[in-house]
């Protein structure tokens, strides 16, 4: 593990800038993830990864600031929130690979990192402040394949990106990182690789609805894809 925190902190001086972030820290929208984010095995097809949150503050009552709206353009229903976009990268370990190649040839623990991603897109959402949440799937078969299906399915780390009109909720625990201590940085590093190394398992990650509009219930309408 030590060579795993010793290359993640040499990228992270080369992470990216913030996203656009507004507004304090859970001052709209928190997680509601206490000790981990919510994964279980469904059947021999699929596996499933929840994203909880809660609303807590609307951007535009609190863009108006008391104010009554006097256009059409300000006028909105309080009642419910639109666009808003939930995206997940996250990462396991291929450890049938690790376990069979060891250490040979110099190899590290973060090459057997593989990262995948997905995200949701709602129409509208009802604005209330109860758990609301964003239900994606990932094949039992690969977790299978790839040696880290087990009793409890535990990523490397994940990040969770909760936006409103293209705008990033800032939120204190959205990126995790299974490493005892790890710093700012070092968060911002795994962060880094889990965004640009996600697009080499493109589609593997699914949002739940496309499997089953089931996965709705309780939610909103959704955008398609482009």
């Not at 059409?72 to 990268?89: E, H, M, T």
């Not at 590093?189 to 593997?204: D, H, I, L, P, W």
Request: hydrophobic letters at 40%.
């Amino acid at each position: 593990m030590k060579n795993t925190l010793t290359i993640i902190v040499f990228l992270a001086m080369f992470a990216f800038p913030g996203l656009g972030l507004f507004g304090e820290e859970d001052e709209f929208l928190e997680l509601d993830i206490t000790t981990k984010l919510p994964i279980k095995k469904l059947n021999d097809s699929w596996i499933q990864i929840t994203v909880p949150f809660k609303f807590l503050k609307h951007p535009r009552l609190d863009a108006l600031n008391g104010s009554r709206p006097t256009t059409i353009s300000q006028a909105f229903n309080p009642k419910f929130i639109n666009d808003i976009k939930v995206k997940l990268w996250i990462c396991f370990p291929n450890k049938y690979k690790q376990n069979l190649l060891g250490s040979n040839a110099g190899l590290k623990e973060t090459d057997f990192y593989q990262y995948y991603s997905a995200e949701v897109e709602y129409r509208t959402l009802e604005f209330e402040r109860t758990t609301k949440n964003a239900n994606f799937l990932f094949p039992t078969p690969i977790a299978e394949r790839d040696g880290f299906l087990e009793a409890t399915v535990k990523p490397v780390g994940y990040v969770i990106e909760i936006s409103y009109k293209g705008s990033n909720f800032d939120i204190s625990n959205s990126v995790y990182f299974n490493y005892r201590g790890a710093t700012p940085q070092v968060l911002e590093s795994f962060r880094t690789q889990a965004v640009s190394k996600s697009s080499e398992n493109k589609g593997v990650l699914l949002p739940a609805h496309e499997i089953s509009m089931n996965y709705l219930d309780g939610m909103g309408p959704v955008k398609g894809r482009d």
